[in-house]
């Protein structure tokens, strides 16, 4: 009788061990099949629309198991139905298992290909465009709170970064500044990312075919002065290579 029991209860355990692998196995397809991206990124982009009141388009995603992202055509209006943000094509590869766990961010690489933001606060407004976004997915209850606890920002390693096809506009109607980047092609490999004492050390960097433009037509109202003696230290940039 307990051999039998035991048996049956053996049987039950593969049973149900299968079942869970089976199950795995078929979430995987899911998520790695054309079919099962569409609804994914369906279900995405309709609840971000319905939130924010805005249109949001996004022709592909595809993300896997082991961080790797790919993102096309992503097209998001604010409130006025012009163009907030629209990138062409977006690759990544993300280490997933440390960003979980929440001990480090490691970003292998970065390839970004066509991209346009606009960024602007007309003079009748305190606001920026873009602040809808975090008004939409920020509950009241979401108020900030003051602690004593030292917290430490977690580490971030990126390696090698690829922008080309980069086109931003800032308008600052307000305070009377406006600026506006047309980045050809940008090619970074960071060795060291310290955002805590704002120390960073690049390898290499090359920027081709870039543009900066800069205008204020109002005077600034700065009326904080630092005293030199309370002055600290800003930070550090190294780089070994660059190109321009």
């Avoid at 279900?43 to 896997?64: A, F, H, Q």
């Avoid at 009748?124 to 008004?135: A, K, M, R």
């Avoid at 080309?164 to 990312?193: C, V």
Wanted: with cysteine; glycine share 6%; charged share 25%.
């Amino acid at each position: 009788m307990r051999k039998l029991i035991k048996n049956r209860f053996l049987r039950i355990l593969v049973k149900i061990g299968l079942s869970l692998l089976l199950l795995f196995c078929l979430l995987v397809l899911f998520v790695r099949s054309p079919w099962g991206q569409g609804i994914i990124v369906g279900r995405v982009v309709g609840y971000v629309s319905e939130k924010t009141g805005t249109k949001v388009e996004i022709d592909r995603l595809y993300i896997t198991f082991s961080g790797n992202i790919s993102l096309e055509g992503l097209y998001l209006e604010d409130q006025q139905q012009d163009t907030l943000v629209y990138s062409q094509e977006l690759e990544a590869s993300i280490a997933l298992i440390p960003l979980i766990r929440g001990k480090a961010i490691n970003v292998k690489s970065i390839d970004w290909t066509g991209f346009k933001a606009n960024v602007i606060r007309p003079s009748d407004s305190e606001g920026f465009n873009y602040e809808f976004l975090i008004n939409a997915f920020v509950s009241p209850s979401d108020s900030p709170t003051t602690t004593t606890e030292a917290t430490s920002s977690p580490e971030i390693n990126i390696g090698n970064i690829h922008f080309k096809k980069f086109e931003t506009i800032y308008e600052d109607e307000l305070n009377g500044m406006k600026a506006d980047l047309k980045l050809g092609e940008l090619r970074l490999n960071i060795d060291q990312l310290d955002l805590e004492q704002m120390r960073f050390a690049i390898e290499e960097l090359s920027v081709k075919d870039t543009e900066i433009n800069y205008q204020l037509s109002k005077a600034a109202t700065s009326t904080q002065t630092t005293p030199k003696s309370e002055e600290s230290d800003t930070g550090k940039i190294d780089i070994d290579n660059y190109f321009f």
